[in-house]
């Protein structure tokens, strides 16, 4: 019988990365490395989750859902992505700039790069006072604007650009130019199984003593010039205790909030994934039961009942 799954971390080295995941998540990051992603619960071949607990120890996420299929994710789920895990839930200590970037569509992404497009969705865990998200372009920006100005590194007066606070929520739809642009952010991110981004402008950065690639072509190609995007506050106000961010053919996100109290949840259609945004709990399940903290992310497969109990604020992901 499957049961509630915690999978190993995996760290990925990114040239903005901070110190948050380890100084305000509490993650063990290994030394001398600039961590910016935790992948959490993955099955990509560029960073492959291995469960920790339970029967499963040591398998990764991939042979668990080659072997139960349907019995993980959900039996529509299965049918509709078959052997591709459609999820990838992760953290991100974005601490300097973020590259301005843009993801392409399912349809686009699969006929150029054989794998699923990017959306995706950011809850703001931590920000400083400064931050500062770029969120689409500008009105009037069109793509043949857009590829005269990119070509000559011109990047002026291009792109929305938005402060973000603690308990912000953002989509970003595939189309969708993004980057943080001042200031720190520390996000919990839900997307699509993908890794597929089209790099915009890096500010001239440089790995390894050479710049890194940008993809100004494609990134034209798939850019929605007249895309808008909304952000809302994920924080609850007074005696609420779950709020619906966003529901989409993708997933959907509720924040819940649990006071010393407890919940039972029990999903006969989908896997659940809880993203750990703050506090400590339990899972309990039938056979046993898991310690649940801050910076931690749990997959429940398709019908496992579990009471999640603790003084918790969580993010509860469905497909």
Known sequence: MLYPLRFKKVFIDK???????????????????????????????????????????GKTLQEVLDEYKGELVGDKVY???????????????????LSIQVHPSDEY????????????????IEASDDAKLILGMKDGMTKEKFVEKAKKNDFDDMFDIK????????????????????????????????????RIYDFDREENGVKRELHIDKAAEVIDFGMKVNIISGNLSG???????????????????????????????????????????????????????????ILIPVNVKVNIEGNLELLRTII
């Open 109 to 124: 992404a699969m006929k150029h790069e054989n794998e699923l497009g990017k959306s995706e969705s950011w809850y703001v």
């Open 15 to 57: 040239i903005w990365g901070g110190d948050a995941l380890e100084n305000v998540l509490g993650m063990d990051i290994p030394a001398g490395r600039k961590i910016g992603e935790s992948w959490e619960i993955s099955a990509h071949s560029h960073g492959m989750s291995i469960v920790e607990n339970g029967e499963l120890a």
């Open 79 to 97: 049918n509709e992505y078959k052997n591709l895990f459609p999820l990838l839930i992760k953290y991100l200590d974005v601490n300097d700039r």
């Open 239 to 297: 005696a609420e205790t779950k709020k619906r961010l966003v529901e989409k053919k993708y997933y959907t996100i509720d924040k819940i909030k649990l006071d010393n109290t407890d919940m039972e949840d029990i999903n006969g259609e989908s896997m659940i994934i809880y993203s750990i945004l703050d506090g400590t709990g339990k899972i309990k399940y039938e056979k046993g039961e898991l310690e649940i903290k801050k910076g931690e992310s």
């Open 163 to 198: 402060p973000v606070k603690k308990g912000d929520f953002i989509d970003i739809n595939p189309g969708t130019v993004h980057a943080s642009l001042e200031g720190s952010i520390l996000i919990a991110e839900i997307q699509e199984n993908s890794d597929v981004t089209y």
